[in-house]
Structures are given as structure tokens and as C-alpha cells.
């Protein structure tokens, strides 16, 4: 029971890390890292709003100066007193223009005379030598515990960010405030001015200061100033709705990656774990999934593998069937060698053993040539495959042939006629030493099975882009029915005259081979005449030509 109990939580184990690897799978986990990674990039670069943030600051600095300019003009105008020569501020009027004046705009308004001293503060007000100052309070925010954790991680990740040039301390003065503000100085020489600073606890106060001007006359400086808190929480607001529209688009990508790799990553792992099964060796054909209705990469790769298969499973059943071809045809003149020996051994008179010695000589040179065809037919296929084309000639191939034939026949042997139909080059790619080996076996071929002093006609065409080579004999033709099987190997329907065992039967169907290899195809039928009698055999061969 402790065995099974732990086999079967090794299995779950098993099990569980296959899940977990069909889960996050390594292509997964790179899909979804590089759409995370673009989506992040987009996010961290609107999450700095730089730009904006800046655009609304010169919109505050613009604004103030605005009020600034209206209050400056107001006090030059009517809080001012003296003759023309000592024209001076009126501190009482100055000040009651400042704290109305200000409570219109509702910015914080600071007065300096000619010499940089603080004259009227709006957040000062004065009662019978009592001194009450004002303060803006942050009205509070209800926020959820979503909107808190979204606005923390919002300000967290903009905090990581570069806020550019870093701003001075923002100090509140105690009496000297031109000292404290460089503005109110370049204001005091008639020239507006505005700054940014950040308090300790953070927030930016943006200031202006103007002059305060009577007939060209600088009289005083007036320092406008407001917290930019307004800003730094709509660029917080604007953060929050970005982050948020962030969760939505990062689930969404999460899911479109999990999905766009499972239809890439699953199909891939099915087919390397059926190329396994096939690399293992089965003892049958193992059926690789088809996913060529996918119309893209992946079922074009499905469709290769499929028909790599298939071929390796042909080429492998081909061999089977060669190699027992081969074991029956080897066989048979080792038995026949085998039977002479033995006999040969038991003695006898002399003609006998003549015979039986000549029997040996005859199976030992049909063994010879025998095995010389299988070499060269198990040659072919990795000749083609390694073998580089070059432009035959058909026409000129098929001519020089016959005049080797012709010098070389005897006096009763067949006449060859060649009908090339025109003098123009028949040219092909192909190899030129096996497309010759094909024109040798069908002309050995045509000559074996026709009379004595018969006839043999070669044909070469063209034919709707593919050459065309027919070779007709005068012999008794193809038996019924056996149109397909001649080009089987060891295929030995001989003529009667023929001794046994002169040919391999191996000519047809390695010519068949080179054929097929090149492209083309071979068949054979029968010739008749008018009244439907074999005359004849035709051999027919056509081949590409290129376009």
C-alpha cells in the first residue's frame, strides 16, 4: 500500500509540473514578458507627464502675473501719495488695497517698499496692534482602499522617476524679504520675475513679483504667491486614471499573451512530442498532427513535417521491401552455387563435373552482376541528392547513343531511327550521366526484345513545356496487365532466347528512379495496329524543360 501510495503521488507530481509547464511555458513567459515590457515603457513615460506638469505651471505663472499686473497698476494708481518729486507709497491705503485686492484673486499678495522692506502681507491681518495670520487648510479627501493603494503605487512610480532640475527650499522670511526672493530684487529694478521653490514637507509654492511703478517711478515690488498643490493633484489625478487604464490593459495583455503563446507554444510541443515518438523508432506509422487549416507559419510547419514523414516512412518501407528483394535474389544462385559444390564433392566423371563447374561460373557471374545493380541502385538516391545539374542536350544525347550502338551492333541487329522532329537543342537541367544511364536501359531494352533485323524507332519532342522521348520496338510487347509491374525490382520477364540470369532486372525500375528524381515520369504500353494486335512496345519519358 506504501508503494502505490507513493507511485501515485509521484505521478501527480509528474502531472503537476507538466501543467505547470504547459502553463508557463518558456515561449509564454517571453511573449508575455516583451508585451509587459512595451506596455510598461508606454505607461512609465506617461506616468512622468513632464510636459504637461511644466505646461501648467507657465499657466500658473501666467495667471498670477495677470492678477499681479492689475494689483501693481491698482496701487500705482491709488495708493500712492506726495508730490512728484518724493512720490511714495501710502502704507495704510497699500495695505487695504492688498488685503482686498487679494482676496479677489485669491492668491497670497506681499508689498515691498524701494528699499525691500515687507509693507502689507494678505495673510497678515492687522486690528489694534494685533497681528492674525491666515492660512490655507487642504479640505479633506475621501478616498477607497482601491483608489488609496492605486494613488500610493501612482506616486511611488512617479517618485522613481527624474523630476528634472531640482528646486530651492522654500523659507518663509522673518523681516528682510527682497534677500530671501531674487524675483522681488529684479522686480524692485523694474523688471517682472517669477520662480518655482518646494516646501520641506514637498509642495511647490510658485511666486511672481512685479513692480510697482508711478510715472516710471518704481515705488515698490508686489510678490504674488500659490501653492501648486492644485497641480500636483491633477497630475496625480491624471496619474490615477492612467494607472487604472495600466491594471485594465495589463490584464488584458496578460491574457492575450497567455492565449497568443498557447496557440504557438501548444501546437510546437505536439509536434515535438510526436517527431519523439517518431525518433524512438515505432513499429508503425505515427500520424503527425495536422494543423495546415491554421493557414499560417505553424501550419506550413505541420505540413512539412507531415510530408517528411510520410517520405521517411516510404523511404524506410522501400528499403525493407529492397533489402528482402534483395535476401530472395541473392538467394537463389547461392543455393544453385551451394547444390553444385556439394555435388561437385561427391566426385564423379568429367563431364559431369564440366557441367557443374560451368553451372558455379554462371551463378557466380549473374551473383556479380547482380550485385554490382543493387550497389548502383542503392547509389542513385544520394547521387541525385549530392549530384549538381547542368543543361542537357536531350537531341544530342540521344543521337550520340545511337551512333555508339550502331558502331558497336552486329550485322542482324535492329535498325535505330531517330526522328528529333526539328534540328533545335532539346536542353533540360538534369544530370547528364544518369539521364544517359535511362536511354541505355530502354534502348538495351528495346534491342533485347525485338527480331532479328527489326526496327526501332526513337521519337524526340516537345510537348506543352515538357520534352518528350518515346522508343517503340517491334518485339512481342508488354504482357497484359503488366504495364506498372515491369518497372518492379527484379522484375525478369526475359525473352525465351535470353539466357537466365543475364540481366539483374533492376534497368526499368532504377530508370524510373532517375526520372522521378528529375521530375519527369516514365510508362510503357503497347503498340497496336488496326485490327488491335500487339505490334510492339512504346516506352514513353517526359521531363521539364525550364521555364
Known amino acids: ?281 515505432p513499429t508503425r506509422r505515427v500520424q503527425i498532427p495536422d494543423f495546415t487549416s491554421r493557414r499560417d507559419e505553424i501550419g506550413e510547419l505541420s505540413g512539412a513535417l507531415g510530408d517528411m514523414t510520410a517520405a521517411l516512412y516510404d523511404r524506410i518501407e522501400a528499403i525493407e521491401a529492397f533489402a528482402a528483394d534483395v535476401a530472395h535474389e541473392v538467394r537463389n544462385p547461392i543455393t544453385s552455387i551451394r547444390s553444385a559444390v556439394e555435388l561437385l564433392a561427391q566426385g564423379g566423371d568429367a563431364d559431369r563435373q564440366q557441367k557443374l563447374t560451368t553451372i558455379i561460373q554462371d551463378d557466380v557471374a549473374r551473383l556479380d552482376r547482380l550485385i554490382g545493380d543493387i550497389a548502383d541502385a542503392s547509389r542513385v538516391d544520394a547521387e541525385l541528392a549530392r549530384a549538381e545539374t547542368v543543361d542537357v542536350d536531350l537531341m544530342q544525347l540521344v543521337r550520340t547513343l545511337v551512333d555508339i550502338q550502331r558502331e558497336t551492333g552486329g550485322s542482324d541487329a535492329p535498325r535505330i531511327d531517330v526522328d528529333a522532329g526539328s534540328e533545335s537543342p532539346l536542353v533540360i537541367e538534369g544530370i547528364e550521366g544518369r539521364l544517359g544511364q535511362v536511354m541505355r536501359n530502354l534502348l538495351d531494352n528495346a534491342i533485347t526484345f525485338s527480331p532479328t533485323n527489326g526496327r526501332i524507332q526513337i521519337r524526340v519532342s516537345r510537348d506543352e513545356g515538357l520534352a518528350r522521348i518515346s522508343m517503340e520496338d517491334e518485339g512481342p510487347g508488354i504482357p497484359e496487365d503488366m504495364s506498372e509491374a515491369i518497372f518492379d525490382r527484379f522484375y525478369s520477364e526475359r525473352p525465351e532466347s535470353e539466357a537466365f540470369g543475364s540481366h539483374s532486372g533492376l534497368g526499368l525500375s532504377i530508370s524510373r528512379q532517375i526520372v522521378a528524381a528529375h521530375g519527369g515520369n516514365i510508362r510503357a504500353e503497347n503498340r497496336r495496329d488496326e485490327s488491335g494486335d500487339i505490334i510492339g512496345a512504346r516506352f514513353i519519358v517526359t521531363l521539364p524543360l525550364p521555364v
Open 1 to 281: 500500500m506504501t508503494s502505490q501510495a507513493e507511485g501515485a503521488k509521484q505521478r501527480w507530481r509528474r502531472q503537476a509540473a507538466h501543467a505547470r509547464r504547459r502553463l508557463l511555458s518558456p515561449l509564454t513567459l517571453r511573449v508575455l514578458a516583451i508585451n509587459i515590457l512595451a506596455l510598461a515603457i508606454l505607461v512609465g513615460g506617461l506616468l512622468y507627464l513632464g510636459q504637461y506638469r511644466e505646461s501648467l505651471f507657465e499657466a500658473k505663472v501666467a495667471a498670477l502675473s495677470t492678477n499681479g499686473a492689475i494689483i501693481a497698476g491698482a496701487l500705482g494708481e491709488g495708493a500712492v501719495g506726495g508730490p512728484p518729486e518724493s512720490i511714495a507709497l501710502h502704507v495704510e491705503i497699500a495695505t487695504d488695497f492688498v488685503r482686498r485686492l487679494s482676496q479677489l484673486t485669491g492668491t497670497r499678495v506681499r508689498l515691498v517698499d524701494e528699499g525691500g522692506a515687507l509693507v502689507a502681507d494678505s495673510r497678515v491681518l492687522l486690528s489694534r496692534d494685533r497681528e492674525v495670520r491666515a492660512r490655507m487648510l487642504v479640505p479633506p479627501v475621501e478616498e477607497g482602499r482601491i483608489s488609496k493603494f492605486l494613488g500610493w503605487a501612482a506616486d511611488f512610480f512617479a517618485d522613481l522617476l527624474p523630476l528634472g532640475r531640482p528646486l530651492p527650499l522654500y523659507r518663509e522670511p522673518v523681516q528682510a524679504i527682497a534677500s530671501e526672493f531674487p524675483e522681488v530684487l529684479q522686480a524692485l529694478e523694474g523688471e517682472p520675475a517669477s520662480a518655482q521653490r518646494r516646501t520641506a514637507d514637498g509642495r511647490v509654492i510658485v511666486t511672481v513679483a512685479l513692480p510697482v511703478q508711478r510715472f516710471k517711478k518704481v515705488l515698490g515690488a508686489l510678490l504674488l504667491s500659490a501653492s501648486g498643490e492644485d497641480i500636483e493633484a491633477g497630475v496625480r489625478e491624471v496619474r490615477l486614471a492612467i494607472l487604472q487604464v495600466f491594471v485594465l490593459a495589463f490584464a488584458i495583455t496578460v491574457m492575450l499573451s497567455i492565449y497568443l503563446a498557447a496557440t504557438i507554444a501548444r501546437p510546437i510541443r505536439r509536434l515535438a512530442e510526436v517527431a519523439d515518438i517518431v525518433r524512438r523508432g
